[in-house]
């Protein structure tokens, strides 16, 4: 901003000194900074575009000759008109090029002199008059929070500083799961295995560890089913299975299936799969069976076959006696190596009656539901309160899903929705409606399943009519991982098909996932890093450093700074990676308090607070001689100071924390270079003054950066 308003300052200056001189006036003047080290201007090639449009009237033109000859005329012109002012120091023509040279002791004062002035503000924007929302942290109630979940939260809150600090009117939402098929499979394993139980602290944590021991069990349990069924359709194919074992087995096996399927349409449907797999040799899909009850008494049939195989098999006589004898005895081991296990079988029975208990609206089930979730966002919100993020509002699933549903009813009935129900979901045909059918841009999005109940993107539609609507937002940001970039177009499409005109300023914020060395983590497996782990981990490793750096600090003040030199850890460590790139996370790497980590800007903080209290006096930019004669480690270090109002607003624009991540590295490795090479509290005056005010400019603008990433700014480390 700052040297954005010398560069407004020339080109004043140069279109003048064209009108005093009768040369035409260009539609625009183009610029770009002087191409040299350590110095500040800019370079036009004003000239060469005048002499080019002079050719066109005189063919014979020399071109060069004559850019040269015109950037002469302006730069003498210049010189004589300048002289005198402070912000000017020369001018130059150089092959057609105008080089206009800034005074770099002016530029320094007034770069300076804005940051001190300015103070926690300087950098920040001009208000735009634009509402923005932005949705972040969205973790399912029910479920642990990892350190998948940090970086979504780091990367909201930071592009929500960011734009808050650039001049945008900023609303926070977190918009939490807390129904779903994951909220039933947590509470089915708190009531199967862990009823009545509920620990004294960390209740959320606990609920995350009920939900991966749910899933690996129901994981073991749909192993087991299938093993069961493979054999019931296969029993008869196993290797060393003879003609007589075989025979017995299909019979008893396609009576079971007659009189199944004459039980009526259900057992028709069943028997017509089974009999479908047995022809192809493949497992039948399970979740097409209805009747598993009917299966559990094929496999306990199955049991029973074998053993009156096995009293038939004794009588038999000769090799192929023998032979059959050793067949019924393999599959009876196989048998009851597979086991009988009704408990398992039934999971899968208990999970869906836990569903038809939540879709009647069970009291009961309801109130366990409120205690736990509560839990979960007891959870979420201490560990939000550690991170320093706040919300201006909480939005939640079960909140939009009857909404959802009746905007489902209202997309039918202005066309924009397909209903296919009974045999089939309520669709939205994007492509078709774009009148691009075969190019599959969008393709079709499902909004309701054919048995009424809802899915991500009924809620998603209404939850962002509320935001429209009610919130009155002109700008809505969703940050959410990349998996589901797809989805957020077609979701971003149908809302303008729909007519909602802030359609076109949604944007999705998509990030990589966070992984293992080994690979992706999973809350359903239970290989995940937890939050909690992830920040003691970085407490402790803080807390040697800061022993290490201080150790003759009173213990409650490193208690402090070891906690924000964690936060510096966890935060730079989502942040100062690309959101478009994987984080592969690691202990060491993340960890690492030296290079381009958080703490390594915090300790170039802290340095510039050192100098300044051992400086034992107030800065002051008095006097005329302070910027005088300027070492290049001080010129490139003013020049970072002076980007960061741009950089603010490029960030704000491109949605891009990352920016601010790479511009607070490179400014504390520009401070820690001007401070290697330029001393400071040893210098003459008035260098020492001049450097001082740099060295509080610098320290303020590191404080202001790392404050729009959410990093804390120690003042001692």
Avoid at 147 to 156: D, S, T
Wanted: aromatic share 10%; with cysteine; net charge negative.
């Amino acid at each position: 901003m700052i040297l954005a308003a010398y560069r407004e300052w020339a080109s004043e200056q140069i279109r003048q000194a064209l009108q005093a001189l009768g040369l035409p006036q260009p539609p625009t003047l183009e610029w770009r900074d002087l191409p040299f080290a350590y110095t500040w201007g800019m370079a036009t090639p004003l000239a060469m575009q005048l002499a080019a449009q002079e050719k066109k009237t005189r063919p014979d033109l020399d071109v060069p000759a004559r850019a040269q000859e015109i950037a002469q005329r302006l730069a003498e012109h210049l010189a004589r008109v300048l002289e005198g002012d402070p912000r000017f120091q020369r001018v130059e023509a150089v092959r057609g090029y105008l080089n206009l040279y800034f005074n770099p002791s002016q530029v320094a004062r007034s770069v300076i002199e804005t940051v001190l002035r300015e103070g926690p503000a300087y950098g920040r924007g001009t208000p735009k008059g634009e509402r923005v929302m932005v949705e972040f942290s969205q973790p399912n109630t029910h479920k642990a929070f990892h350190i998948g979940h940090l970086r979504n939260a780091v990367l909201g809150d930071a592009l929500s500083r960011i734009l808050d600090f650039a001049g945008f009117e900023v609303i926070r939402a977190t918009y939490p799961g807390d129904i779903g098929a994951h909220v039933i499979k947590c509470l089915w394993g708190y009531l199967r295995f862990h009823r009545g139980e509920e620990p004294a602290e960390r209740r959320g944590a606990w609920l995350g560890q009920i939900y991966a021991e749910a899933e690996a069990r129901l994981e073991e349990a749909d192993a087991y089913r299938q093993e069961v069924v493979r054999f019931l359709l296969n029993a008869f194919r196993e290797e060393g299975t003879t003609p007589w074992v075989r025979e017995f087995l299909l019979n008893r096996l396609s009576e079971a299936l007659a009189a199944h399927a004459a039980s009526g349409p259900i057992g028709q449907k069943d028997t017509a799969a089974l009999i479908r797999a047995m022809a192809a040799g493949e497992l039948p899909d399970l979740d097409a069976i209805v009747d598993k009850d009917w299966l559990w008494s094929l496999w306990e049939a199955m049991g029973r076959w074998l053993e009156e195989l096995a009293e038939k098999a004794r009588s038999r006589r000769g090799k192929s006696g023998e032979a059959d004898r050793q067949a019924v005895a393999a599959l009876q081991a196989r048998y009851r190596a597979i086991g009988h296990r009704p408990e398992e079988w039934n999971y899968e029975k208990e999970i869906r009656a836990l569903f038809a208990r939540w879709e009647a609206r069970d009291p009961e089930l309801l109130e366990l539901w409120r205690r736990t979730r509560e839990w979960s966002l007891e959870e979420f919100r201490r560990i939000y309160e550690e991170l320093d993020i706040t919300f201006d509002v909480w939005f939640f699933e079960s909140e939009v899903e009857e909404e959802g549903k009746r905007i489902v009813e209202e997309l039918i009935a202005k066309g924009i929705a397909t209903d296919l129900r009974p045999h089939g979901p309520v669709v939205v045909e994007i492509d078709r409606l774009l009148g691009q059918e075969g190019k599959e841009e969008y393709r079709t999005l499902a909004i309701l399943r054919s048995d009424g109940t809802t899915l991500y993107s009924t809620k998603d539609l209404a939850l962002a009519k509320r935001k429209f609507e009610q919130y009155r937002i002109d700008r809505s940001i969703y940050v959410v991982d990349v998996r589901q970039s797809l989805y957020f177009k077609q979701i971003f499409k149908i809302l303008e098909l729909w007519g909602f005109p802030q359609a076109s300023k949604c944007y999705h914020l998509a990030y990589e996932m966070v992984t293992l060395p080994g690979g992706k983590m999973s809350s359903r497996a239970g290989t995940i890093v937890l939050y909690e782990d992830f920040a003691a981990e970085a407490r402790e490793r803080a807390r040697r450093i800061v022993e290490e750096k201080n150790p003759e600090l009173p213990p409650e003040q490193k208690a402090r700074i070891a906690e924000a030199v964690a936060k510096g850890v966890m935060k730079y460590s989502m942040l100062s990676v690309d959101n478009n790139k994987v984080i592969v996370f690691d202990w060491d790497a993340a960890l690492n308090l030296e290079g381009q980590t958080g703490p390594y800007l915090q300790y170039a903080h802290a340095r510039a607070c050192r100098i300044l209290e051992k400086a034992e006096a107030p800065v002051r930019l008095e006097g005329d001689r302070l910027f005088e004669t300027l070492e290049p480690q001080e010129v490139a270090l003013i020049e970072a100071i002076a980007t960061f109002p741009d950089l603010v607003q490029a960030a704000a624009e491109r949605y891009k924390p990352l920016l601010i991540a790479n511009y607070v590295f490179d400014l504390a490795k520009a401070f820690n270079e001007f401070y290697r090479d330029c001393p400071v509290l040893t210098a003459p005056s008035p260098i020492r003054e001049g450097r001082l005010a740099l060295v509080a400019a610098a320290r303020q603008t590191m404080a202001n950066a790392l404050n729009l990433l959410g990093i804390p700014a120690p003042e001692v480390l």
